[in-house]
């Protein structure tokens, strides 16, 4: 009784781990830290995030450019930052889920102005001229500050492709702002208990003086690692930034175009076995390029060198049949 007991419990632990889902925070957030959001939360909030979008509120800002950059992720956190503080501070922010967003956004030519629709604790809005949000129900979308009713807790951007502006908390009238940024960052859902990071070094064994992590200046395929860093000098004006979504497709492999400085005579190939860069599941019975994995944690060969990749959902499946295996010979004993 007590080791059939004692399986009880092993088992609800492993639901525990497995159906653990992301926690986003909810309504508003102010001086939110970009830590939190590029991973630091990862371990307890289940999530991280990539800056999909960052413009001056100077710069014009469409609908269509949200929605081909922002909508890849479980949800989108739109925030307003100071300039000189963005890369670790976002002034104010909310998420919002990735399906949400999108019919905000694709119902900006139809909606009434004034309009709104509740999401996550707050007020979003999206009709011509502004999209944004409110911690209350008055909204006065207007341009140049996108929405001119008082309150401390909105954010609204100009989008209609031709103007610019809005606001970040209770600072309007920002047309023409080259002090304030407009930031979007897309979210992804962590499985409970995955490393901060993902691993960037050879396997153990290489020959003496091959480097062991990916070349500078190279995307390592997950949406966390873009390079987010800014200019140290700030131009006059500032294209929206649309960050790269992995290595390159066009081949299956790519050479860097220097070689590392610890070994100035060699030249490192990097070759992609499976993967397209994308954390997703797809690509049954095809190429194993073509095929989309969701954080891969092993690789194993076999004797006709078959490879094989194995995520945390094997992973976890794997160690529940081991689990009732053991316990199962044990209580039959």
């Known amino acids: 009784m007590v080791k059939y007991v004692h399986f009880v419990v092993l088992l609800l632990q492993l639901i525990v781990v497995v159906t653990n889902a992301a926690t986003y925070p909810s309504s508003y957030q102010l001086n939110y830290q ?8 990862m371990n307890t909030a289940y999530f991280s995030c990539d800056l999909c979008y960052k413009a001056y509120y100077q710069n014009v800002t469409s609908i269509s450019t949200l929605l081909s950059e922002c909508t890849s992720g479980t949800e989108v956190f739109i925030g307003g930052a100071i300039v000189s503080t963005a890369s670790t501070t976002i002034n104010i ?3 919002i889920t990735t399906s949400q967003f999108t019919t905000l956004l694709n119902g900006y030519s139809t909606r009434a102005k004034n309009s709104y629709v509740q999401y996550n604790g707050l007020y979003w809005y999206c009709s011509n001229p502004s999209f944004g949000f409110s911690s209350t129900t008055i909204i006065s979308q207007a341009l140049v500050s996108g929405d001119t009713a008082a309150g401390s807790y909105k954010l609204s951007w100009i989008v209609d492709g031709t103007n610019n502006g809005g606001r970040v908390g209770a600072i309007g009238s920002l047309k023409g702002s080259s002090d304030y940024y407009q930031v979007a960052y897309q979210c992804y859902d962590r499985p409970t208990g995955q490393p901060t990071g993902q691993p960037t070094g050879q396997p153990t064994g290489i020959p003496t003086g091959q480097p062991t992590g990916q070349p500078t200046g190279q995307p390592t395929g997950h949406p966390s690692s ?16 649309a960050l790269p979504k992995g290595p390159s497709t066009d081949s299956p492999t790519y050479t860097p175009t220097a070689a590392p400085s610890s070994s100035p005579a060699s030249i490192m190939i990097i070759t992609t076995i499976a993967g397209t860069g994308t954390s997703s599941y797809s690509g049954d019975n095809g190429e194993a390029t073509s095929a ?7 690789v194993a060969l076999d004797s006709s060198s078959i490879f094989s990749i194995y995520t945390y959902i094997v992973f976890f499946l794997f160690t529940f049949y081991m689990i009732r295996q053991r316990v199962h010979r044990r209580y039959v004993e």
């Open 34 to 41: 970009t830590s939190d959001l590029l991973g630091g939360k």
């Open 93 to 95: 922010g909310a998420f």
């Open 226 to 241: 873009r390079n987010t860093s800014q200019p140290t000098s700030k131009p006059s004006t500032m294209q929206p930034v």
């Open 292 to 298: 989309a994995l969701n954080y891969p944690w092993g």
